[in-house]
């Protein structure tokens, strides 16, 4: 399962088990691997209706693959901070979104245990 995504003029056919997550600043769609970055020709909530069950919504402007997830870093007072396996990249989670994070991740680790 790919996603088109672009680099300059260039097109790109994505796997999107490699996106690590979409992120918006200025109105621009950036799709992150662990070591490039894509335009997205989609809105945010485009891509959530058409991405499968392993991604997730984390703040305003950024959605994220559960599946790449390593580590998250709570901050009661502000946005809590998600590192990726075998990358630099961070993305922050706002705190209206973190409960539902942590509650996806325990679902997905729950079932892998029992598979």
Avoid at 62 to 77: D, E, F, Q, R, W
Avoid at 105 to 111: A, C, G, N, Q
Wanted: charged share 25%; net charge positive.
């Amino acid at each position: 399962q790919c996603i088109s995504l672009c680099r300059g003029e260039t097109a790109y056919y994505v796997p999107i088990k490699e996106i690590y997550f979409f992120e918006t600043e200025g109105g621009h769609i950036s799709a992150h691997t662990a070591d490039k970055v894509f335009d997205a020709p989609y809105k945010l909530y485009e891509l959530e209706e058409m991405l499968p069950t392993g991604f997730m919504r984390v703040s305003k402007s950024t959605i994220v693959n559960l599946n790449h997830i390593y580590s998250i870093t709570k901050n009661i007072t502000a946005s809590s901070i998600v590192e990726f396996n075998g990358c630099h990249k961070q993305i922050y989670v706002s705190r209206n979104y973190y409960k539902a994070l942590m509650s996806r991740l325990d679902e997905k680790r729950k079932i892998k245990w029992n598979q």
